[in-house]
Nanobody, 121 residues
Framework: QVQLVETGGGLVQAGDSLRLSCSAS????????MGWFRQAPGKEREFVAA????????YYTDVGAGRFTISRDNAANTVYLQMNSLKPEDTAVYYC??????????????WGQGTQVTVSS
């Protein structure tokens, strides 16, 4: 089993930056592809970014292209999502997930509880 905990969310103003962290316990993340998703109120959960186990390949949607950067530190068993130039439409609960680099929710085996990001205009 892998337990994932996201931290780093909060209330920021448009244009600000945040770095989300996803820390794991139970097992090492070093063999897992990892992803970040988000879910805004009243909307479906959507893919944001993913990274391979080695960190050599990264995937993004248009949502965060050019503004978001996914990275990982396998020694620290942690995955990050650096978010710059935040917009009010980035407001959502952000989730990390382990087990794939797919855009499909069902492809992931483990999920965190999420961290709230609120961007005011």
């Amino acid at each position: 089993q892998v337990q994932l905990v996201e931290t780093g969310g909060g209330l920021v103003q448009a244009g600000d930056s945040l770095r989300l962290s996803c820390s794991a316990s139970g097992r090492t993340l070093s063999t897992y592809g990892m992803g970040w998703f988000r879910q805004a109120p009243g909307k479906e959960r959507e893919f944001v970014a993913a990274i391979t186990w080695s960190g050599t390949s990264k995937y993004y949607t248009d949502v965060g292209a050019g503004r978001f950067t996914i990275s990982r530190d396998n020694a620290a068993n942690t995955v990050y999502l650096q978010m710059n130039s935040l917009k009010p439409e980035d407001t959502a609960v952000y989730y990390c997930a382990a087990g794939s680099t797919s855009r499909t929710i069902a492809a992931y085996s483990y999920w965190g509880q999420g961290t709230q990001v609120t961007v005011s205009s």
